[in-house]
């Protein structure tokens, strides 16, 4: 990937439709990169109003989620193709 330096902006992409291409490419790639984490924290953000009407035994539950999945991907690859 290539990081242009400030102040030393490069206008060629805007004559040449390839480079133009290859930098709107470069610019989805990190947007894509990005996405995961922002629908966490949009996740998070969105449930924080919810947390304090859960129960208390919700607290543990990602942890068994987290576990389970864990749990079930290795029999998973223990059981082979």
Known sequence: ??????????????DDPDSLWQDIQTAAEEAYDRSPVLAVLSL?????????????????LPAYLIGTLAAFWMLERLAGP
């Open 1 to 14: 990937m290539r990081r242009k330096e400030p102040g030393n902006e490069d206008h060629s992409s805007l």
């Open 44 to 60: 998070g953000l969105g449930l924080h109003p919810l947390r304090r009407r859960l129960p208390a035994w919700s607290a543990a």
